[in-house]
């Protein structure tokens, strides 16, 4: 079970997309770009948003991260927007994307415990288990018995 976990590991870490500056909120999109899914055209920010957390969701993401960095690249990019591509970009192993995404999230909403958990989960999934420590414990500090933490602590301890 052990290998299959680290097998899965490593098969997310080979995938790669697009990065974000982290001194800014521009998007810049690098690499294979196009090989994410199409969007259709959405007239708002919410809706985009709303789509995209919908495939989320449902494990599409992909899908999810086309519609977020189109919520991005068409309005202004947001709390919620940056936090949407490193969730989706740390789900498919965009691990690069996404730790810049939840920097620009903490730029703006600032470092709380949203934040250190998303970012200590992408570490966990990138195998970078003493960084995921630290992070998961710096959230468990802002929010001592949020569960979606201690869930997160409780699968660091079991790798």
């Not at 495939?55 to 992909?62: E, I, M």
């Not at 600032?110 to 003493?130: C, K, R, S, T």
Request: proline share 3%.
């Amino acid at each position: 079970m052990k290998t299959l976990k680290l097998a899965w590991l490593a098969l997310m870490m080979l995938v790669a997309s697009c990065t974000v500056a982290p001194e800014t909120t521009e998007l810049y999109v690098f690499e294979r770009r196009g090989e994410l899914p199409a969007v259709n055209r959405i007239a708002s920010s919410s809706a985009a948003v709303n789509t995209a957390a919908q495939l989320l969701k449902t494990h599409n993401y992909d899908q999810s991260l086309a519609y977020y960095l189109y919520a991005a690249e068409t309005f202004d990019p947001s709390a919620e927007i940056w936090l949407g591509i490193g969730s989706a970009s740390s789900l498919s192993g965009r691990y690069r994307t996404a730790e810049n995404a939840f920097r620009q999230y903490a730029l703006l909403a600032g470092p709380d415990v949203i934040y250190f958990n998303n970012i200590g989960f992408m570490y966990l999934l990138e195998g970078e288990f003493a960084k995921a420590r630290s992070a998961l414990e710096k959230a468990h500090a802002f929010e001592p018995g949020n569960q979606t933490v201690e869930n997160n602590l409780r699968i660091l301890e079991a790798l």
